[in-house]
């Protein structure tokens, strides 16, 4: 008899863990819409952490451009540029255009931020003498 009784111990013993299979099944499908909401949520933070790098990097190259303003006192010339380490001193490049007003040859040059090394051409052959100036950007 002691046979029998452990018998029937175990047997409903195994019910019972058959029983709570069932339940963790349920529990897990109940949790699984649950899981799937985050899911769902992160790609939109994904792109929305996309999008913020992009508007970073747009800022910095819109502000490095600045408009530089050349003067020349060039009163005989008939054409003036001005040639630099900005514009591979190509003489023809960069013009200026003469101020009826003052006499002076002005022309405005769009650079990124640095350090030129320039000089003035007049009518196309005539180049300041001595050393390049200068232009801190």
């Not at 003067?71 to 001005?82: D, Y």
């Not at 630099?84 to 101020?99: E, Q, R, T, V």
Request: some cysteine; aromatic content about 6%; charged content about 30%.
């Amino acid at each position: 008899m002691a046979k029998a009784t452990a018998k029937t111990t175990k047997a409903p013993a195994k019910k019972a863990a058959v029983k709570a299979a069932p339940a963790k099944k349920a529990a897990t499908k109940a949790a699984a819409p649950k899981a799937a909401a985050p899911k769902a949520a992160k790609p939109a933070e994904k792109k929305a952490a996309a999008k913020a790098p992009a508007a970073k990097k747009a800022a910095p190259k819109a502000s490095k451009k600045v408009t530089v303003v050349f003067e020349a006192n060039c009163p005989l010339a008939t054409t003036v540029s001005v040639a630099g380490s900005f514009n591979n001193w190509a003489i023809d490049k960069d013009m200026l255009k003469k101020d009826k007003k003052t006499g002076l040859w002005v022309g405005k040059v769009a650079l990124d931020a640095g350090q030129y090394e320039y000089k003035f051409v007049c009518d196309g052959q005539y180049w300041d003498e001595g050393d390049n100036k200068i232009k801190n950007v």
